[in-house]
């Protein structure tokens, strides 16, 4: 079956680097997305990856994707007040109905 | 401006009566979908449509409906079936119907009280 899976939480000090975590369990999956949440908003989409791909940068973010552990992270680089937010992993694969959303990771990021 | 737009923003309904929430979009984007989002449960889906005039169930489709009579038009509406329905509904959009990379609506809030 289909499932996301994400820490509930993380805390960092303005300026440090944030990791955020996601598993999932579709070995058909081909597309993985980040997806960012501010407070009584919808979703933005911030980077996708796809599974032929080990890694993506795009300016602040690193999009890291181990295929064999389904294991995929976001990295954002020189956090700031403005990156706190709920940041949602997706999966999805071509012909599937839609993506498949994890439970969000509340980013704290401290002045 | 092209874009997903949600309306209301917030709306209180008493218990057993239907609401319906819009939901349009200018992308010119084939497939749409609705998500709920209840705190620390993440986005589950209540009903797709890939195609004008055409919709499947999601996960929690029951105590919804909606209909799909135009390409940019994508209400839902809550009926009063729908045991808790006190949630932050979310329309989203796809270019095509394959299901990957899709754009959001800015949500609605839907009180029942």
């Known amino acids: 079956g289909e499932d996301v899976e994400q820490s509930l939480f993380l805390s960092v000090r303005e300026g440090d680097s944030s990791v955020i975590n996601c598993t999932y369990t579709?070995?058909?999956?081909?597309?993985l997305y980040w997806y960012k949440q501010e407070p009584g908003a919808g979703l933005q989409l911030l980077t996708y990856?796809?599974?032929?791909?080990d890694m993506k940068q795009d300016q602040r973010l690193t999009v890291l994707l181990n295929k064999k552990d389904k294991h995929l992270s976001l990295r954002i680089a020189d956090t700031q007040t403005g990156d706190s937010a709920i940041y949602f992993c997706?999966?999805?694969?071509?012909?599937?109905?839609?993506?498949?959303f994890g439970s969000g990771t509340r980013l704290q990021v401290q002045p | 401006d092209g874009g997903i737009t949600q309306s209301p923003k917030y709306l209180f309904r008493k218990e057993g009566q239907n609401v319906t929430l819009s939901c349009e979009q200018n992308?010119?984007?084939?497939?749409m979908y609705w998500y709920r989002q209840d705190p620390g449960q993440g986005l589950r889906l209540i009903y797709y449509?890939?195609?004008?005039?055409?919709?499947q169930k999601g996960d929690i489709a029951e105590g919804y409906s909606v209909s799909r009579e135009k390409k940019e038009s994508f209400p839902l509406t809550v009926t009063s079936a729908q045991k808790n329905p006190t949630a932050f509904y979310l329309c989203?959009?796809?270019?095509?119907?394959?299901?990957?990379?899709?754009?959001f609506g800015e949500g609605s809030w839907l009180t029942v009280v």
């Open positions: 989203a959009s796809s270019p095509d119907s394959t299901g990957n990379t899709i754009y």
């Open positions: 579709d070995s058909s999956s081909t597309y």
């Open positions: 990856i796809f599974s032929n791909m």
């Open positions: 997706a999966e999805g694969y071509t012909g599937r109905r839609a993506l498949t």
């Open positions: 992308l010119n984007h084939d497939a």
């Open positions: 449509s890939q195609i004008v005039n055409d919709f």
